[in-house]
Antibody
């Protein structure tokens, strides 16, 4: 079955760079149409899509956050990595990774989420 | 501020029907598929509807989706207390390497 799991630091300081890893199983990111996205949710607020990486290494970023985001993949390890620079307290959120299939446009499987707090 | 507009909250009694709207524009909902997600308290979102009106395996037919023009609607019939959750619509445009406003602002469903 398809599973995704986010990992990374629970606490980062302002101005630091956040690195999150999504480790998945049950599908391959080398299969045509497969993609992984990162989505975040500040406490009590709505979902916010951040970035997406595709099987062919195409990348998509949130217009507002693009300068701070980098998404990459390691197909052999079944991992997708998101880095976000210059972290600020407003970036405190639960960060989710989710699978996205282009032939059935939707985020069909989600990780459990990783809470990241930005505080000095 | 999302480009997909949802009502902040809706409520209905157990057994009743409720609808949740998602309003966008021709450039997003008007020309792309809509999906819907249920987020129970303290859990990750779960896919309810994809391609406007299709249900993944395991989603009961009490949940339905529709789309007309630049708006979409999620319907839930036979409401149960376990349906109390936040519901999000999503519609992404991938015309370039950038995208925005993928998710609506969410609607909190209260089953009275």
């Amino acid at each position: 079955q398809v599973t995704l799991r986010e990992s990374g630091p629970a606490l980062v300081k302002p101005t630091q760079t956040l690195t999150l890893t999504c480790t998945f199983s049950g599908f391959s990111l080398s299969t045509t149409g497969m993609c992984v996205s990162w989505i975040r949710q500040p406490p009590g607020k709505a979902l916010e899509w951040l970035a997406r990486i595709d099987w062919d290494d195409d990348k998509y970023y949130s217009t507002s956050l693009k300068p701070r985001l980098t998404i990459s993949k390691d197909t052999s390890k079944n991992q997708v990595v998101l880095t976000m620079t210059n972290m600020d307290p407003v970036d405190t959120a639960t960060y989710y990774c989710a699978r996205y299939i282009t032939t059935r446009p939707s985020f069909d499987f989600w990780g459990q989420g990783a809470l990241v707090t930005v505080s000095s | 501020q999302s480009v997909l507009t949802q009502p902040p909250s809706v409520s209905a009694a157990p057994g009743q029907k409720v609808t949740i709207s998602c309003s966008g524009s021709r450039s997003n909902i008007g020309n792309n598929f809509v999906s819907w997600y249920q987020q129970l308290p303290g859990t990750a979102p779960k896919l309810l509807i994809y391609e406007n009106n299709k249900r993944p395996s395991g989603i009961p037919d009490r949940f339905s989706g529709s789309k007309s023009g630049a708006s979409a609607t999620l319907g839930i019939t036979g409401l149960q207390t376990g349906d109390e959750a936040d519901y999000y619509c999503a519609c992404a445009t991938w015309n370039s390497s950038l995208s925005s406003g993928v998710f609506g602002g969410g609607t909190k469903l209260t089953v009275l």
